[in-house]
């Protein structure tokens, strides 16, 4: 187990669990989000993301969260993701402990090959919960979106004693469309399941405020942390691969070097990007739509 840190940021190379454990302390994170190994079968450097059941899976899971729930203020509010078939485990579990205010869908489209004898998986659930239903921070005025009726088609509401134009901006509902993150997009690192900033800003926007500690015990390629950072938020990450611990040091914290190793940005081959290029962003997209 390594950490690494500077300026409110922290970077923990180790297991999940034993960090929560050992070096987090109780009550002490403002906000959570948690996007863990799915149990699809996915390949996370040397990790295989296989439990023998779901029962295992889902007991393995357990464990993090109660340590979720241990480190989480009395005020703090916890964003989980999972794969469509374990999140009734997670659903069941995390509504004994805290309030599940919002289950969320993240919906995408998909250029890749989709399923031919069943509906494809097009989307993630995400819980969004918090200790304290009464006592929690939504900054709904931050993550406002445009409200079709009053901004696009101008309508007017005539139900009042005083006609007025329809609102132009409304607090998102549930269902959240965001694209997945492909290899010609800017943010693009490798790694088979990489969120994108677009929806680690909404969340982060809307459940913290700037100074709040934002905690992701399954780092990956550190969207949380960047996002977060970019927002005046303090982080603290944990990822178990050497992989990924790369992106992050560089990512976060800004390193250009880990053990004599120069640390860069994915080089992305542009000169094939019209004609294979097309291809590699179907590929991408069929690893990424894997997920039930
Ligand atoms: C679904 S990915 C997270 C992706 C991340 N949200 C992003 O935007 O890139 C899960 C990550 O958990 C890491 N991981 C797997 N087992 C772990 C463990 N026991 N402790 C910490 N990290 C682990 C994997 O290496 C993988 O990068």
């Known amino acids: 187990m390594n950490k690494y840190g500077s300026n409110g940021h922290i970077i923990h190379h180790g297991d999940a669990i034993e960090v929560l454990r050992f070096e987090i302390s109780d ?11 799915y149990n699809i079968g996915k390949k996370f450097s040397q990790f295989e993301d296989r439990w023998p059941s779901d029962t295992e899976y889902a007991n393995w899971a357990y464990e ?31 509504r004994d402990r805290l309030t599940i205010l919002s289950r969320i869908v993240w919906s995408y489209d998909s250029s890749g090959v989709q399923a031919r004898k069943y509906y494809g998986s097009m989307y993630e659930p995400i819980l969004h919960c918090v200790k304290d239903p009464k006592s929690y921070t939504f900054n709904a005025d931050d993550i406002l979106i445009e409200a079709k009726t009053g ?19 409304k607090v998102p509902g549930n269902v959240w469309d ?12 490798e790694h ?20 709040d500690t934002v905690l992701d015990p399954f780092s990956g390629t550190f969207t ?12 603290i990450s944990i990822e178990s691969q ?19 190793e120069r640390l860069e940005r994915p080089k992305k081959n542009t000169k094939i990007k019209n004609a294979r290029g097309v291809k590699r962003e179907e590929l991408t997209g069929d690893l990424f739509s894997a997920n039930s």
């Open 27 to 37: 009550a002490s994170i403002d906000l959570i989000f948690v996007d863990p190994p």
């Open 64 to 94: 993090w969260i109660d340590e979720c729930i241990r480190v989480l203020k009395p005020t703090g509010t916890m964003y989980l993701m999972t794969s469509t078939q374990a999140m009734p485990y997670f659903d069941l579990y995390i």
């Open 151 to 169: 901004a696009k088609r101008k309508l007017i509401d005539y139900r009042g004693e005083v006609p007025k134009p329809y609102n132009t901006k």
């Open 178 to 189: 965001f694209p997945r993150v492909r290899y010609r997009m800017d943010e693009y690192e």
């Open 192 to 211: 088979p399941s990489q969120k994108p900033e677009a929806l680690l800003d909404r969340i982060i926007r809307a459940s913290s405020n700037k100074g």
């Open 224 to 235: 949380t942390a960047a996002v977060a950072k970019a927002l005046g938020r303090k982080t």
């Open 242 to 260: 050497e992989e990924y611990l790369k992106i992050g040091l560089r990512r976060v914290l800004e390193f250009d070097e880990y053990q004599s």
